[in-house]
């Protein structure tokens, strides 16, 4: 039968965080005030920054793939370059082109938001050289007419191909800019979030609970940790295991008392010989601290 996990803490003995509805810290299980942003006892902070949408949206992926085009299309400008017997300088500015387009299409796909705001400013300058370009003003705003930025597309030596890619260069970019400015904002918006020990409300049967609070103890998290691990005992009061891991995770905060009770229960359910006397020897050294911390252990009956 499903035991529900609020009866776990109403039947308790004891009084302390683990009983009282108040927030802890999910590393130390330090009693919080909201505004906290720091842990007072672990000292660690509390404060995280997550993004607004946990999964990235098609725009976004419409954007990368559009920055991946436009590195393909500056290192067939290269190719061309250098099969023409193009200036070195040129060859070389595609080449800078494509290597930083292809960065930011990959910094782009792991949600950068240095990445989403430099193509804004870049692809800016690009399409500003291409309209000074197009209304003829490049010898009043560029004093060089030698500059790869005003030659890039309107050198006489460039063939058909060359023009075809300058028109789908100019297309790529204007795209973009478009996607990158309107669409895809959303997707690097962060939002500031005050981390405490709380239960993931995704989960409902007691393996993926104690799986939870597993990955939690491996991160640090053992007050997360025991949250979880209460309800897998509370939902499986009959399983070894999880009585065994509570206990581990409530000593590892100082709760020896609960620790020894949920090893008691361990021990109570373990029938093989040799995970018994592991039982005991993690309860007998729980007994053994509880007995060193006297009145300092963290609770009151």
């Known amino acids: 039968m499903k035991v529900d ?56 992926h419409i954007l990368w793939v559009l920055l991946g085009g436009l590195g393909q299309l500056y290192l067939i400008n290269g190719i061309l370059d250098v099969l023409l017997g193009g200036r070195f300088p040129l060859v070389i500015l595609h080449v800078l082109l494509t290597l930083v387009f292809f960065g930011l299409a990959l910094a782009v796909y792991y949600r950068q938001a240095w990445a989403h705001q430099g193509t804004i400013v870049i692809v800016l300058i690009l399409l500003f050289l291409r309209v000074i370009n197009i209304l003829g003003l490049t010898e009043n705003f560029l004093p060089d007419p030698a500059d790869p930025l005003e030659t890039l597309f309107i050198s006489p030596l460039l063939n058909f191909v060359l023009d075809a890619v300058d028109v789908m260069q100019l297309v790529a970019l204007t795209l973009a800019l478009l996607w990158a ?32 609070g597993r990955d939690h103890a491996r991160r640090g998290e053992w007050a997360s940790a025991v949250l979880h691990w209460q309800r897998a005992v509370a939902h499986a009061p009959a399983n070894r295991h999880y009585h ?21 229960t361990a021990r109570s359910l373990t029938s093989d010989p040799d995970e018994r006397r592991q039982v005991e020897q993690l309860l007998a050294r729980v007994q053994r601290q509880s007995k060193a911390a006297g009145p300092n252990e963290k609770h009151d009956k």
């Open 244 to 264: 065994r891991r509570l206990g581990q995770g409530y000593a590892r905060l100082g709760y020896l008392e609960r620790s020894a009770d949920a090893l008691r």
């Open 181 to 212: 400015a309107l669409l895809t904002g959303p997707d690097f918006e962060r939002r500031k979030s005050r981390q405490r020990a709380r239960v993931s409300r995704q989960l409902q049967d007691p393996s993926s609970f104690y799986v939870a």
């Open 5 to 60: 996990p609020v009866g776990y803490r109403g039947t308790s003995r004891y009084d302390d965080v683990w009983s009282r509805d108040v927030e802890i810290c999910p590393y130390c299980a330090c009693e919080l005030a909201y505004e906290d942003e720091q842990c007072p006892q672990c000292t660690r902070s509390l404060v995280s920054w997550h993004f607004r949408y946990e999964q990235p949206g098609a725009n976004l």
